[in-house]
């Protein structure tokens, strides 16, 4: 186990160190990764808390559970149906706005301080002689 968790760390430097076009695509792949594996079965899960069984049949029979869901899924995915892409790219595109929206915080000028305007100059005035 700790030579696991020493290899998921020193995988973990080594993405954080890279840069370019190599940690987009292991980004990008990492993030198909969430959106193929991982989404799915949490799809499926708030489907089966909230709506009940899973069924593919008009005739209202359950039909699977995660893993026909899951088939069902390759098979939009196959079809190129857009909802089932949308799923698939989502965390990718999702983390694509949020590192620009964080950009955007960090590169935003901090707000202006209300700075006190300074005091008037004295009026100088000469020594004159009157009569």
Do not use: C, N
Request: glycine share 10%; charged share 15%.
């Amino acid at each position: 186990m700790p030579g696991m968790l020493a290899g998921i760390s020193k995988a973990w430097r080594t993405y954080r160190a890279s840069t370019g076009l190599g940690h987009e695509l292991t980004t990008l792949a990492l993030m198909l990764l969430v959106g193929l594996f991982v989404l799915p079965p949490l799809i499926w899960l708030a489907g089966h808390l909230t709506l009940g069984d899973y069924t593919r049949s008009y005739a209202g029979t359950p039909t699977g559970g995660p893993l026909a869901l899951w088939i069902d899924f390759l098979r939009g995915l196959a079809a190129g149906s857009v909802g089932y892409w949308l799923v698939l790219l989502g965390p990718w595109v999702l983390l694509k706005w949020l590192q620009i929206a964080w950009a955007v915080i960090a590169r935003a000028p901090a707000p202006a301080r209300r700075r006190e305007p300074p005091p008037p100059k004295p009026v100088r005035r000469d020594p004159t002689i009157s009569d």
